[in-house]
């Protein structure tokens, strides 16, 4: 089993930039994938940036060029870099451990980006 725990989220000004950071404990298993998601209000949670245990990363398209995802396999950690922050990057962002045993979510951190 994997728990998850995230950190980092807050209120920002357009333009600026955070650092979440995913923290996961546990047994990984080999091939795993570790992924942010968000969920505005009244939307449907999404998938933001994802990177495998190879280091393959994919972004989605609203994302692309303002965020980056990396991991530090020795901290079981994995940040995600978000720069030229926009209101619609507002949402609770949420880290996915996807193990070949199971998923594991964290509780979420919350990113509030003012205009």
């Known amino acids: 089993q994997v728990q998850v725990v995230e950190s980092g989220g807050g209120l920002v000004q357009v333009g600026g930039s955070l650092r979440l950071t995913c923290v996961a404990s546990?047994?990984?298993?080999?091939?795993?994938?570790m992924s942010w998601h968000r969920q505005a209000p009244g939307k449907q949670r999404e998938l933001v940036a994802l990177?495998?245990?190879?280091?393959?990363?994919k972004y989605a398209e609203s994302v692309k060029d303002r965020f980056t995802i990396s991991r530090d396999n020795a901290k079981n950690t994995v940040y995600l870099q978000m720069n030229s922050l926009k209101p619609e990057d507002t949402a609770v962002y949420y880290c996915?451990?996807?193990?070949?045993?199971?998923?594991?979510w964290g509780q979420g951190t919350q990113v509030t980006v003012s205009s």
């Open positions: 996915k451990a996807a193990m070949t045993y199971g998923t594991y």
């Open positions: 546990g047994i990984f298993s080999p091939n795993n994938a």
């Open positions: 990177i495998t245990s190879g280091d393959t990363s």
